[in-house]
């Protein structure tokens, strides 16, 4: 089964950047949708953003959308999420998952990594 490993994140000050990654133990299949969620300190887990694998057809949360990016290097079987003009707000653990649909349900997502930490300093 593919596993999933983000790797990218750590504590950067207000305005400034970060690019997280996530890697697959093996081959991504057209047919798979890629996603991150986060989950900030207290609260439930909520999406970010997604890429259709086959497509590169993205769609981002709006308290993302224009700051973050995600984009996909399908020959490293890797998905990544630049995020530029970081917020406090933005601090969480930052997961990436595959599934088969186009949603920010979380709940159509069948494999999940174990998160990444970005903490945002005012």
């Known amino acids: 089964q593919v596993q999933l490993v983000e790797s990218g994140g750590g504590s950067v000050q207000a305005w400034g950047s970060l690019r997280l990654s996530c890697a697959a133990s093996?081959?991504?299949?057209?047919?798979?949708?890629m996603g991150w969620f986060r989950q900030p300190p207290g609260k439930e887990r909520e999406f970010v953003a997604l890429i259709r694998w086959s497509s590169g057809t993205t769609l981002y949360a709006d308290s993302v959308a224009g700051r973050f990016t995600i984009s996909k290097q399908n020959a490293e079987n890797t998905v990544y999420l630049q995020m530029n003009d970081l917020k406090s707000e933005d601090t969480a653990v930052y997961y990436c998952a595959r599934g088969s649909q186009y949603t920010r349900d979380q709940k159509s997502y069948y494999t999940w990594g174990q998160g990444t930490q970005v903490t945002v300093a005012s």
């Open positions: 093996g081959r991504i299949y057209s047919s798979s949708v």
